[in-house]
């Protein structure tokens, strides 16, 4: 038993600072099937999902699933921290080295509260060890643990700030797309000004924010599993919006070219790939389609509204689907395994912006409508204004050049 003892300290000593050397420092994807954080976060979800799908959707069940990410962030420190503990007790129990203790008969857990105090630096003071091999090893243990408390506070930090990182260009799509967002709302809100430079230099911000979004979930997976702030925004649905927006450019619309939009989605669609296989889901095709015929050709008619209309109109929804094909089937599987509802081509019926609403919106003068008029109808009152401007600008010219005549024949006829 002590032999197996000193065999199992050993091995799980080397698996967990390799796992956390892996997930910490080294700043690369490891394909290695095995690994403990793995393990970990696969059978922890699975147990934190099953419920989950249990609850009805909503902000209830958002709310729970909040909780699993740095939860389990918080847990996975523990369960290294506390394996390490183990191995140590275990590596000195199966030695039987000599102890100055209390009891007068060693047991392991002795050895193991004498292991814990020295990882966690408490230096109590009242089992010390004896020999030399037993000093050695709790040095060895003493400076692990400050080790490991090192990497804690330069790790969580990373999380946070790539956590806001990749929030802060989320909330954007929020005025710029609706919520929950659409590719429809997107080329909507910035064709109907017909600056289409703003959204062509949107779309190569997002191209860096697919960049980031891949670097940042593939070196630290757990960032998958924060939840954004608002119930119908996520980094899910902001990438497949992307990919949405991109697709539709790729068909093409008559007397609109958009050549950066192939970039933004080969790096969209290589996030949405390499995040899917991180975790193992392949791909998946839902019964239900995102885009049916009748949505399709909502989308049609709600896109000619503002002027865009689809080149050669009798095959642009085949081409359209087949460019679906490339990553609608990644961004399901994605979407299935976080549980996060995808967004829609086209909404249904007509949403309010997160932005639009709040707690004292109830009793304020103003309205959800009259915001939306400000941000996303003002153009067409800017345009009606201007051309009031301009007639009443003539009618003045006129009448002053009225006047004037007027007064040159007076001053004549005098």
Not at 359 to 379: G, N, R
Request: glycine fraction near 6%.
């Amino acid at each position: 038993m002590r032999i197996l003892a000193i065999i199992i300290g050993l091995f799980l000593i080397l698996i967990i600072l390799q796992d956390s050397f892996e997930s910490i420092v080294l700043p690369r994807r490891v394909s290695r099937r095995f690994r403990l954080s793995r393990l970990f976060y696969v059978s922890t979800w699975v147990l934190w999902s099953s419920l989950a799908r249990k609850m009805r959707a909503g902000n209830r069940r958002e709310v729970y699933l909040s909780y699993y990410g740095p939860l389990s962030l918080i847990l996975m420190l523990v369960v290294w921290a506390a394996a390490l503990i183990c191995a140590f007790g275990l590596l000195q129990w199966g030695m039987s080295l000599p102890m100055n203790a209390p009891e007068k008969e060693m047991t392991l857990g002795t050895y193991l509260y004498m292991s814990g105090t020295t990882f966690i630096t408490l230096g109590l003071g009242d089992v010390t060890p004896l020999a030399g091999v037993g000093r050695f090893l709790a040095v060895a243990e003493a400076g692990m643990g400050f080790g490991f408390l090192a990497l804690i506070i330069g790790y969580v930090p990373i999380i946070y700030q790539a956590f806001s990182r990749r929030e802060s260009n989320i909330s954007l799509l929020d005025a710029r797309a609706g919520s929950p967002p659409s590719a429809t709302e997107m080329l909507r809100r910035h064709y109907r000004t017909q600056r289409l430079e703003e959204l062509l230099q949107f779309l190569r911000e997002w191209e860096q924010w697919c960049a980031t979004l891949l670097e940042s979930h593939l070196s630290y997976p757990v960032l998958t599993y924060y939840r954004s702030q608002h119930e119908r925004q996520s980094w899910l649905a902001a990438l497949t919006t992307v990919l949405d927006t991109c697709a539709l450019l790729l068909v093409g619309f008559d007397g609109l070219a958009a050549p950066s939009a192939r970039f933004t989605f080969a790096i969209a669609r290589h996030a949405a790939v390499d995040l899917a296989q991180i975790y193992g889901t392949p791909p998946v095709t839902p019964k239900l389609t995102r885009l049916s015929t009748a949505d399709y050709t909502r989308m049609q008619g709600a896109l000619a509204e503002v002027g865009l209309q689809l080149e050669h109109e009798e095959e642009a929804e085949v081409r359209l689907t087949e460019i679906r094909r490339m990553y609608e089937p990644f961004v399901n599987a994605l979407a299935d395994h976080l549980l996060v509802n995808l967004p829609p081509w086209i909404s249904s019926e007509r949403t309010v912006d997160d932005w639009q609403t709040s707690a004292w919106d109830h009793f304020a003068q103003w309205s959800p409508e009259k915001l939306q008029e400000i941000t996303h109808i003002i153009v067409d009152h800017r345009k009606k204004n201007i051309i009031r401007h301009e007639h009443l600008h003539s009618h003045s010219d006129q009448g002053e050049q009225h006047s004037l005549d007027g007064s040159e024949q007076t001053t004549e006829a005098s």
